[in-house]
Each structure stands twice: as structure tokens, then as C-alpha cells.
């Protein structure tokens, strides 16, 4: 019985290699449909807003755009490296402000979105633990399709010391 589920296995893995290893076999599946008819691939620019809502109206609205060929992933970074002692003289250095990922990946009549980001900041005296400034971070990460010109709620996180909400919006367009 091992023996034979064995071999099964072996035989299942070889006719599995075989066939990816034809020529432009994983080359094609990692193509965008417009790369696959021999077509450069498609452009977008995808504004990004996160929100601040306070009781449902919004009091503050950030903006960040990036332009993405399909396909292809980049990022939005902007902030503040801080020193932080960790050690009598030894510091190591923590990045605060915003960090937006996004992976763009092309289909027929949409596009679907892989989004990591993350925002931090420091607390004002009146949040803060102590004496030492505390750091308030929040991170909104998603996968979902969107459709070209339609803004979509990527996520949104409540801020456990008001009524405030945040939320990350995303509006994908074509580039010509």
C-alpha cells in the first residue's frame, strides 16, 4: 500500500514537471490578458484617500496616487525615520507616517487589487500613556476587484480612543 501510494506520487510529480516545463508554459500563465495577444501591458493610476470620519461626516481626507502597468506592484512612502534608544547609546530607527503597497492585476472587465498599508503617528500628550510619546499605528489590508472608475472601500478601522473611523479608499483609471 506505501509502496504503491509511492509511486503514485512520483508518477503524479513527474507528469506535473513535464508539462510546466514545456516551453512558455509558465510564461504564459503569468501574462496579463493584453500581454497574451502580443500587446503591451495596460496603464492605471490609482488615487488612493484615507479618510477621517468623526460620527459618519468626514473631518480630513488624505490623498496619494500612483500609476501601475498591469501586472505590476508598487509603493507610496512617505514619513519620518525616528531615532529610538534601545540600548545606552545603541538606537535603532523607526519609520512613522504612511506606506501604501498595491499589486494590479488586469482581467476583462475589472481589475483585482492586492493593498497593504499601514499608517502611524504620535500620540498627542492627551492620548499617551506617560512621559515617553507613544506611538499610534493602524494597518488596512485587502484583495478585491475593482471596477475601472468606481471608487471602492478598500477598509475601514474605528479608533479605539474616539469616535473617529478611518478608511482607505481606492479609484482605479485607465491611462491612455
Same mark, same amino acid.
Given at each position: 500500500?506505501?509502496?504503491?501510494?509511492? #509511486?503514485?506520487?512520483?508518477?503524479?510529480?513527474?507528469?506535473? +514537471?513535464?508539462?510546466? !516545463?514545456?516551453?512558455?508554459? /509558465? =510564461?504564459?500563465?503569468?501574462?496579463?490578458?493584453?500581454?497574451?495577444?502580443g500587446q503591451p501591458p495596460n496603464a492605471y493610476r490609482l488615487d488612493f484617500s484615507m479618510n477621517e470620519l468623526e460620527e459618519g461626516k468626514r473631518i480630513n481626507s488624505r490623498h496619494?496616487?500612483?500609476?501601475?502597468?498591469?501586472?505590476?506592484?508598487?509603493?507610496?512612502?512617505?514619513?519620518?525615520?525616528?531615532?529610538?534608544?534601545?540600548?545606552?547609546?545603541?538606537?535603532?530607527? #523607526?519609520?512613522?507616517?504612511?506606506?501604501?503597497f498595491c499589486? +494590479?492585476?488586469?482581467? !476583462?472587465?475589472?481589475?483585482? /487589487? =492586492?493593498?497593504?498599508?499601514?499608517?502611524?503617528?504620535?500620540?498627542?500628550?492627551?492620548?499617551?500613556?506617560g512621559p515617553h510619546p507613544a506611538l499610534r499605528q493602524f494597518t488596512i489590508n485587502g484583495s478585491t476587484v475593482a471596477v475601472v472608475g468606481r471608487p471602492i472601500i478598500i477598509g475601514s478601522v474605528d479608533d479605539p480612543n474616539s469616535k473617529r473611523q478611518f478608511q482607505l479608499e481606492v479609484t482605479v483609471s485607465k491611462l491612455k
Open positions: 500500500m506505501r509502496r504503491t501510494r509511492t #509511486l503514485g506520487w512520483a508518477v503524479f510529480l513527474m507528469t506535473t +514537471l513535464s508539462w510546466a !516545463a514545456q516551453p512558455g508554459r /509558465l =510564461e504564459d500563465a503569468a501574462k496579463t490578458p493584453a500581454e497574451a495577444q496619494y496616487s500612483i500609476n501601475l502597468n498591469a501586472g505590476d506592484g508598487n509603493q507610496i512612502k512617505i514619513g519620518t525615520r525616528v531615532p529610538v534608544e534601545y540600548k545606552q547609546g545603541e538606537f535603532q530607527y #523607526l519609520d512613522v507616517g504612511t506606506t501604501i499589486r +494590479l492585476k488586469e482581467h !476583462a472587465a475589472d481589475v483585482s /487589487l =492586492e493593498v497593504r498599508s499601514e499608517v502611524s503617528n504620535f500620540a498627542t500628550m492627551e492620548q499617551g500613556p
